[in-house]
């Protein structure tokens, strides 16, 4: 019974850390309204590590001191930080925050293309085969040709999302190296290495000191730190041990709907009506690649 427990607490997990992650391009693209994208991000990490710190402390846990542990959240930080953060909130200055969820959810299809011809560490089934599949197609159906027509006007941004994406699959499938920690090690030792490499590159570039936010991107960058980063990190180191790399970027296709239903109702973005029949291929999707497969005898 214990099995099948622990697969509905992932798969709850896994929705839960869909909507945070879902919510967090409207509330980049609050932010990056008044609050330039390098400082936006800084700050972002710098609030959401130093939550998880303060988590650490209350645990009575102790982050590790060693290099090794050191250098691999340094490298950790650059794909699941530094890196992607800082590209999704330049690209949000011109990019709708559900184009940008949807392009950003393609992270499972580079997890698996990654995992197939690099790492090799997971199997490549039939249904791993058709969850990337239907997860695609899903996608396609909810952008809607119409979306794509608009891709000359933004195709830099739009080109630094799917960088950003193809830097989380390489995060997912490198998370596997923090097996044995606990969760929140990685997570809070990430965001520090990202906070020490953007608040000297923030204080350079846009000297934060004369900025004048509104009250509204300060609320977004509070929420996208406090839920969409620090406890989103957690859940996700969580479900990298449990789901597996590709498993867990199948939140991406979760994300999708979500991250667009925010962005329609907080917005006022504009979703096709083929959107309802791409949802079902997205459910499909994230069934097939997140059930574990079942052995035989």
Known sequence: ??????????????????????????????????????????????????????????????????????????????????????????????????????????????????TVLITRHEPVTRRKLFGVSAGLIGICLIVGVEALSGFGHELWAQLAIVTATICYAGAAIFGKNFKGLDPIMPAAGSLICGATILIPISLIVDQPWTLTPSANSVLALLALSIFSTALAFVIYFRLVQTLGSVGTTAQAYLRVPIGVAIGVLFLGETLSSTAWIGLACVVAGVVAMTLPTRKHG
């Open 1 to 114: 019974m214990a099995s099948k427990t622990n697969m509905a607490t992932d798969l709850v997990l896994l929705l839960m850390l869909s909507t945070l992650w879902g919510a967090s391009y409207t509330f980049i693209k609050i932010g990056v309204e008044t609050i330039p994208p390098v400082t936006f991000i800084a700050a972002r990490t710098l609030i959401a590590g130093a939550i998880l710190i303060a988590v650490i402390q209350l645990r009575r846990l102790k982050l590790p001191s060693d290099r090794k542990a050191w250098s691999r959240f340094l490298f950790q930080a650059g794909l699941n930080s530094v890196i992607p953060f800082t590209l999704i909130a330049w690209a949000e200055q011109t990019t709708d925050a559900g184009l940008a969820t949807i392009l950003n959810s393609t992270s499972p299809i580079f997890a698996f293309l990654l």
